[in-house]
């Protein structure tokens, strides 16, 4: 096969434009197979068979690729989720089994055109975040092999970032789908938990763990994210993907929680520290507001994951297997493994009530901000480093992130900077359940801002823009036009509600305004009229959908909620007046505004 026809990076808009331009996906598949043969990072643990593999891609060679959303999509599975035609090994091959089926997950991406290469390597029984703790060799980092990938989604990363595979599926239970993005220049979705499906996949917590998605670009996570997900009626622990709630567009204001500065742990790191302020620098630059957070309920929740009775349930997902063949299991895996079957009832309630009590401090951070920041490691340490002290280095690992799923947040690990000794640092950006698609979008305005290659290419980002159907949008906008303007007596009835100020906007040239009759409060109308109207004075306001319908029932007759034009020629819900209850009412057209008319009366 000509190199030249082979695309520069396998990001999905580049490999998407290769296959317009002749490229067949046999043609593809035969490289990218030599490729991950020859792979000498311990990324692989098995590859589909050749002849398998080009099986696969061949019958894709006479179809549309427009007619499929993943055509002919390279990816990897780590191995601890099922994928039929190769065994599951968990990282430990006296466990394997050779599953009938593919997980559900996996079943969808096929459907969607994608094409396994095979199964990845990982920390055994996906336990630990550092990628050593693996009879199939510690995962080498794909900048510098002496340097850990990170865990326990270790060969997943690595192949994408080495360009065997556009995407990959990992698992996260404390970390394991965000530090391996880091620490190989990856974006790194951890998903709102239960909105991809687990089934046919091995637990390490199950009632924590998520499926998770490495790409090189928000985008593409995107893609992947909206054909992975979906309800799973026989998956006990799937949801349904809500409505999400505020996103955060190019020039629309956000706030964003930054740990206190003495919270802010790199564990010796001379470097990190600079460049994570960088990065906070970068998000105030596209919009947002930068405020102090007491991070110290979040790290109390971390510190439960594996200082508490959740260990039991790593125990639980393998007890028979362990009991029986313990010498089949990695010495670190097995001493943590072993240590959950100690936990009883009485400390798992004690915890779970603990919990209960921190995820309501937690949660309340919500009410000043909309997302958080923090790094996605405070350290990157060296292969030789972990194996001299794998617990404590681990433990450092999972400062930032242990804490995620106990919560159900949603989280996007993005790469942030090239440090000058070339290893990736990077920063995580999450948010509550269901923001995974408003966290993508910003994560894209962050890759596009940063000029980051991508993985360990150097091939320059792609321009491209997130479109992520099924995803169901849960804010509403309603224009609003006297007493729940800004600082007057009936706001709080937005803010109460979690509203926030889009900005001041006025009406078409179409309407009269008027001051009703009654009170307090003073209320305002506005009728729509074919001739003799004028421009009014508002504020656009974003509510959450599921709060719209309270706020609704409370407005007075004549009031109510339509269509109000404004003066681009766009309709927004708002305020709108029934003509029949102008009796008594004052025409106060001429302010154009509320404020107006009020400052009037005042000077009066």
């Given at each position: 096969m000509n190199a030249t026809t082979l695309p520069a990076s396998l990001d999905l808009a580049t490999l998407a434009a290769a296959y317009r331009a002749g490229l067949k996906p046999s043609a593809l598949f035969a490289h990218l197979h030599d490729l991950a043969a020859a792979d000498d990072h311990h990324?692989?643990?098995?590859?589909?068979?050749?002849?398998?593999?080009?099986?696969?891609?061949?019958?894709?060679?006479a179809v549309d690729p427009a007619s499929l959303p993943l055509y002919g999509v390279p990816f990897a599975v780590k191995d601890n989720i099922d994928l039929a035609g190769l065994p599951t090994t968990a990282g430990c091959p006296d466990y394997a089994y050779?599953?009938?089926?593919?997980?559900?997950?996996?079943?969808?991406l096929l459907a969607a055109g994608a094409i396994p290469l095979g199964k990845t390597n990982l920390d055994q029984f996906a336990t630990g975040l550092n990628g050593t703790r693996s009879p199939y060799g510690a995962c080498r980092n794909a900048f510098k092999p002496e340097f850990i990938s990170g865990g326990s989604s270790s060969g997943s990363?690595?192949?994408?970032?080495?360009?065997?595979?556009?995407?990959?599926?990992?698992?996260d239970t404390a970390g394991s789908g965000r530090v391996p993005a880091a620490f190989n220049n990856l974006v790194g979705l951890k998903p709102s938990c239960g909105v991809l499906s687990s089934r046919g996949v091995v637990p390490a917590c199950r009632s924590l763990d998520s499926v998770s998605i490495f790409t090189l670009t928000a985008t593409d996570a995107a893609a992947?994210?909206?054909?992975?997900?979906?309800?799973?009626?026989?998956?006990?622990?799937?949801?349904?993907?809500?409505?999400?709630?505020?996103?955060?567009?190019?020039?629309?204001?956000?706030r964003f929680g930054v740990p206190r500065r003495e919270q802010l742990a790199f564990f010796g790191d001379a470097e990190n520290p600079a460049l994570f302020d960088a990065a906070v620098a970068r998000l105030t630059a596209l919009g947002g507001t930068p405020v102090d957070l007491d991070f110290s309920p979040f790290l109390e929740t971390a510190r439960l994951l594996y200082g508490g009775p959740w260990v039991a349930e790593r125990y639980h997902a393998i007890k028979d297997f362990i009991e029986r063949q313990p010498e089949s299991v990695f010495p670190v895996t097995r001493e943590i493994t072993l240590g959950g079957g100690k936990a009883t009832a009485v400390e798992a309630f004690d915890a779970a009530y603990r919990l209960k009590a921190l995820k309501r401090r937690c949660d309340a951070v919500w009410q000043d901000v909309d997302l958080v920041i923090t790094?996605?490691?405070?350290?990157?340490?060296?292969?030789?480093?972990?194996?001299?002290?794998?617990?404590?280095?681990?433990?450092?690992?999972?400062?930032?992130?242990?804490?995620?799923?106990?919560?159900?947040?949603?989280?996007?690990?993005v790469p942030a900077a090239m440090r000058s000794d070339g290893l990736p640092f990077g920063v995580t950006l999450f948010a509550p359940a269901f923001q995974d698609l408003p966290l993508l979008e910003l994560a894209n305005r962050w890759q596009q801002d940063s000029g980051l290659p991508l993985g360990a290419s150097g091939q320059p980002l792609p321009t491209s823009e997130i479109a992520a159907p099924g995803v169901p949008d849960g804010m509403l906008r309603v224009a609003v036009c006297g007493a729940h303007l800004s600082g007057l007596p009936l706001n709080w009835q937005l803010t109460q509600r979690g509203g926030r100020l889009i900005g001041a906007v006025r009406s078409a040239p179409e309407y009269r305004f008027y001051a009703l009759a009654g009170g307090p409060p003073l209320r305002p109308g506005m009728v729509r009229v074919a001739s003799g109207g004028a421009a009014i004075e508002m504020e656009i306001w974003e509510l959450p959908a599921r709060e719209f319908g309270s706020f609704v029932a409370g407005i007075p007759a004549p009031l109510g909620i339509g269509k109000v034009k404004l003066a681009d020629g766009s309709q927004v819900s708002g305020f709108v007046c029934e003509s029949a209850g102008l009796e008594g009412a004052e025409?106060?057209?001429?302010?154009?505004?509320?404020?107006?008319?009020?400052a009037s009366r005042s000077q009066a």
């Amino acid at each position: 096969m000509n190199a030249t026809t082979l695309p520069a990076s396998l990001d999905l808009a580049t490999l998407a434009a290769a296959y317009r331009a002749g490229l067949k996906p046999s043609a593809l598949f035969a490289h990218l197979h030599d490729l991950a043969a020859a792979d000498d990072h311990h990324a692989w643990i098995s590859l589909l068979p050749r002849g398998e593999l080009l099986a696969r891609a061949a019958a894709l060679d006479a179809v549309d690729p427009a007619s499929l959303p993943l055509y002919g999509v390279p990816f990897a599975v780590k191995d601890n989720i099922d994928l039929a035609g190769l065994p599951t090994t968990a990282g430990c091959p006296d466990y394997a089994y050779d599953p009938a089926d593919s997980a559900v997950v996996v079943a969808r991406l096929l459907a969607a055109g994608a094409i396994p290469l095979g199964k990845t390597n990982l920390d055994q029984f996906a336990t630990g975040l550092n990628g050593t703790r693996s009879p199939y060799g510690a995962c080498r980092n794909a900048f510098k092999p002496e340097f850990i990938s990170g865990g326990s989604s270790s060969g997943s990363a690595v192949a994408v970032a080495a360009g065997q595979v556009s995407f990959s599926l990992g698992t996260d239970t404390a970390g394991s789908g965000r530090v391996p993005a880091a620490f190989n220049n990856l974006v790194g979705l951890k998903p709102s938990c239960g909105v991809l499906s687990s089934r046919g996949v091995v637990p390490a917590c199950r009632s924590l763990d998520s499926v998770s998605i490495f790409t090189l670009t928000a985008t593409d996570a995107a893609a992947v994210f909206a054909v992975a997900q979906a309800f799973d009626a026989e998956d006990a622990y799937s949801w349904p993907l809500a409505p999400h709630g505020r996103r955060f567009p190019a020039g629309a204001p956000f706030r964003f929680g930054v740990p206190r500065r003495e919270q802010l742990a790199f564990f010796g790191d001379a470097e990190n520290p600079a460049l994570f302020d960088a990065a906070v620098a970068r998000l105030t630059a596209l919009g947002g507001t930068p405020v102090d957070l007491d991070f110290s309920p979040f790290l109390e929740t971390a510190r439960l994951l594996y200082g508490g009775p959740w260990v039991a349930e790593r125990y639980h997902a393998i007890k028979d297997f362990i009991e029986r063949q313990p010498e089949s299991v990695f010495p670190v895996t097995r001493e943590i493994t072993l240590g959950g079957g100690k936990a009883t009832a009485v400390e798992a309630f004690d915890a779970a009530y603990r919990l209960k009590a921190l995820k309501r401090r937690c949660d309340a951070v919500w009410q000043d901000v909309d997302l958080v920041i923090t790094p996605t490691a405070g350290l990157h340490p060296t292969i030789a480093a972990v194996e001299a002290e794998p617990l404590r280095i681990n433990t450092d690992l999972g400062y930032y992130t242990n804490f995620m799923n106990l919560l159900d947040y949603a989280a996007v690990a993005v790469p942030a900077a090239m440090r000058s000794d070339g290893l990736p640092f990077g920063v995580t950006l999450f948010a509550p359940a269901f923001q995974d698609l408003p966290l993508l979008e910003l994560a894209n305005r962050w890759q596009q801002d940063s000029g980051l290659p991508l993985g360990a290419s150097g091939q320059p980002l792609p321009t491209s823009e997130i479109a992520a159907p099924g995803v169901p949008d849960g804010m509403l906008r309603v224009a609003v036009c006297g007493a729940h303007l800004s600082g007057l007596p009936l706001n709080w009835q937005l803010t109460q509600r979690g509203g926030r100020l889009i900005g001041a906007v006025r009406s078409a040239p179409e309407y009269r305004f008027y001051a009703l009759a009654g009170g307090p409060p003073l209320r305002p109308g506005m009728v729509r009229v074919a001739s003799g109207g004028a421009a009014i004075e508002m504020e656009i306001w974003e509510l959450p959908a599921r709060e719209f319908g309270s706020f609704v029932a409370g407005i007075p007759a004549p009031l109510g909620i339509g269509k109000v034009k404004l003066a681009d020629g766009s309709q927004v819900s708002g305020f709108v007046c029934e003509s029949a209850g102008l009796e008594g009412a004052e025409d106060i057209t001429h302010f154009a505004g509320w404020r107006s008319w009020l400052a009037s009366r005042s000077q009066a």
